[in-house]
């Protein structure tokens, strides 16, 4: 789902296209923050395969935003037992320290 954006009344927007057919695309807007999504859905999905499997056990990295995140999503994401690491979405969203 690539993930576009364009000027709206001086703010940026973002939104997501995804084929839903044969030459069909849906194209609507983000949410406010469609890093906790996808995580929700990573996290979740990796819950189920480990459920599902013996002997192996797979763990993900979480992609977390630093202005979009709240304290207790990150919080919630590193406490969790199959997150391996976590990336940090910064220079491609236009996030510097500054803007912390």
Known sequence: MPC???IKD???VHYFKKDI???RELSQENPPN???QVN????NNISLWNMSQKGIKFHGVPLIHPKLD???EIEKIISNNFVYAIKVHGIATFT???DI
């Open 96 to 98: 510097s320290p500054a």
């Open 70 to 72: 709240t304290k207790e």
């Open 21 to 23: 057919g044969k030459d």
């Open 4 to 6: 576009i954006w364009e």
């Open 40 to 43: 929700h859905e990573l996290l």
């Open 34 to 36: 469609p890093y906790a």
């Open 10 to 12: 001086n703010k940026q």
